[in-house]
């Protein structure tokens, strides 16, 4: 799901009593609207008009991912976490706040760093990746009684999770663009590896016991792999 931010209002004197809402190639949302229509109306329809809104973004983003267009860090670009598109504006540097913050459904990046973009990003992925697995790492490991000897937090592209011999545990940063509940799959299925090293019945039987439905995580990440980047 997307999160659109703010619209382009276009008011018009020869228009109809009617207002009509587009989503433009660029992620642009603008609606048209009769000259003297109150605010709170136009507002009340782009609220009602929103999960349709988050439908085409999500739509429009997932296109560009499969034609594996890079980022391009512009306005209204759409970027992953925790499962929603969130979009990107750009903000006048103050130097009174961190370069990226994702605050109120948006991006805020400053302008002056908008050419070291991707740099801010994958930090604000890492730690919140950190943060984020780390706790619910903590849950798990209380649920199953399966302690490993670490953690560490990878830039892997493809490979989200990893159990070493010493059973140690990596994490791709991507996997914070994943839901919860993928996030706990990828978990839950690297601390069976402390169990059962290998992809047996009985390391399934682990994994099944807390995620039944694993295929559904697993089948999430194969179809959305192409949009976990920066």
């Not at 169990?195 to 099944?208: I, L, M």
Request: charged content about 30%; glycine content about 6%; hydrophobic content about 35%.
């Amino acid at each position: 799901m997307a999160h659109p931010g703010s619209y382009e209002l276009v008011r018009s004197k020869k228009r109809k009593k009617t207002i009509t809402l587009t989503v433009r190639q660029d992620g642009k949302i603008v609606i048209h609207a009769p000259y003297r229509t109150p605010m709170k109306e136009i507002d009340g329809f782009f609220e009602s008009k929103k999960a349709w809104v988050q439908d085409k973004l999500a739509e429009q983003e997932r296109r560009k991912g499969a034609e594996g267009e890079k980022k391009q860090f512009a306005p209204g670009e759409l970027f992953l976490y925790l499962g929603d598109f969130y979009p990107l504006e750009i903000r006048d540097t103050d130097g009174a706040h961190q370069p990226l913050v994702l605050l109120y459904g948006v991006f805020l990046l400053d302008r002056d760093k908008v050419e070291t973009a991707r740099e801010h990003f994958v930090r604000w992925y890492r730690k919140r990746a950190g943060e984020v697995i780390a706790e619910r790492l903590g849950r798990w490991i209380r649920h199953l009684q399966l302690v490993p000897e670490g953690i560490t937090i990878t830039g892997a592209q493809h490979r989200y999770g990893s159990c070493s011999s010493k059973n140690r545990l990596s994490f791709s940063w991507r996997l914070i663009m994943a839901p919860y509940e993928v996030i706990d799959y990828v978990i839950v299925h690297e601390l069976a590896h402390i169990k059962e090293k290998n992809h047996s019945r009985r390391f399934w039987d682990v994994v099944a016991s807390v995620f039944p439905d694993y295929r559904k995580q697993r089948g999430w990440l194969r179809e959305n792999n192409h949009l976990m980047t920066v």
